[in-house]
């Protein structure tokens, strides 16, 4: 009986723990660019392309890591992969973190805790992920503001 019992709170757990943690059925897939990415339609390298050195965080939508909407972002739209939280950059501002994740394009849509003004927080769609990502240190290349 007890082993039954373990059997079925393996099911269970297993099956809340791999539920969706976004209510969006629709998935963005992530933009990924080709090695031109600094150059124009002249193909003449794009100047003042600003890069900066940070701490990168990740976060779920987690009830104990966000508010009381865990799905909506600072700026009104639903989590989805892509999405990084940050104090020091304007909403819609397109980075990328070349060191960690090459040319995959984020966006940024999200704002972190008023303590941390020099950090870029992603996106992850379950806490295990955020967990598991850690804290690094990393360049960002901001392509648009």
């Known amino acids: 009986m007890s082993k039954l019992l373990f059997v079925i709170f393996l099911i269970i757990s297993f099956y809340f723990s791999n539920q969706a943690v976004s209510p969006t059925t629709?998935?963005?897939e992530p933009i990924i660019l080709e090695e031109?990415?600094?150059l124009n339609q002249q193909n003449i390298k794009i100047k003042n392309i600003k890069e900066y050195w940070?701490?990168?965080t990740g976060y779920?939508?987690?009830?104990?890591?966000?508010?009381?909407?865990?799905?909506?972002?600072?700026s009104g739209e639903w989590v989805t992969d892509g999405i990084v939280a940050?104090?020091?950059?304007?909403?819609?501002?397109?980075i990328l973190i070349p060191e960690i994740f090459g040319n995959k394009i984020f966006i940024v849509k999200d704002r972190m805790n008023d303590r941390f003004e020099d950090r870029i927080d992603i996106w992850f769609p379950s806490k295990w992920e955020a967990i598991n990502f850690g804290k690094k240190y990393s360049k960002i290349i901001i392509l648009s503001n």
Do not use: C, Q, R, W
């Not at 940050?86 to 397109?94: A, C, I, Q, W």
């Open 36 to 38: 031109n990415i600094f």
């Open 54 to 56: 940070v701490i990168i």
């Open 60 to 74: 779920s939508s987690s009830y104990d890591e966000t508010d009381d909407t865990p799905y909506i972002t600072a």
């Open 86 to 94: 940050s104090n020091f950059l304007p909403f819609g501002t397109k």
């Open 26 to 28: 629709a998935t963005i």
